[in-house]
């Protein structure tokens, strides 16, 4: 399995934007779908969004739809999550997850997660 590596959270106001990055190790990441998803304090880690392994065909949780967007390089084993129009809901841990192999992209996370990063959004 992968070892994930987030990256690029921090302390933004609302309205600002902020691009997590997830590095991966190992040769076969651009044959996995890869997903983002969130916890925030006292709540159950939910789903944000997911990427095929192709690149071809995302996927979002609607309460992000039209402010995120997921995009991957496979040639640097990255995966990103851009965040634009952000609000103090979207204050989390942002966690990285590997997909399923040669898939589209799903809200069911495998059990390989990164470290997690910090997002907090003021307002």
């Known amino acids: 399995q992968m070892q994930l590596v987030e990256s690029g959270g921090g302390l933004v106001q609302a309205g600002g934007s902020l691009r997590l990055s997830c590095a991966a190790s190992?040769?076969?990441?651009?044959?996995?779908?890869m997903g983002w998803f969130r916890q925030a304090p006292g709540k159950e880690r939910e789903f944000v969004a997911a990427?095929?392994?192709?690149?071809?065909?995302?996927n979002y949780a609607d309460s992000v739809k039209g402010r995120f967007t997921i995009s991957r390089d496979n040639a640097r084993n990255t995966v990103y999550l851009q965040m634009n129009s952000l609000k103090p809901m979207d204050t989390a841990v942002y966690y990285c997850?590997?997909?399923?192999?040669?898939?589209?992209?799903?809200?069911?996370?495998?059990?390989?997660w990164g470290q997690g990063t910090q997002v907090t959004v003021s307002s």
């Open positions: 997850n590997q997909g399923g192999r040669f898939s589209v992209g799903t809200s069911n996370p495998s059990n390989v």
């Open positions: 190992g040769r076969t990441f651009s044959t996995y779908a």
């Open positions: 990427i095929s392994w192709s690149g071809g065909s995302t």
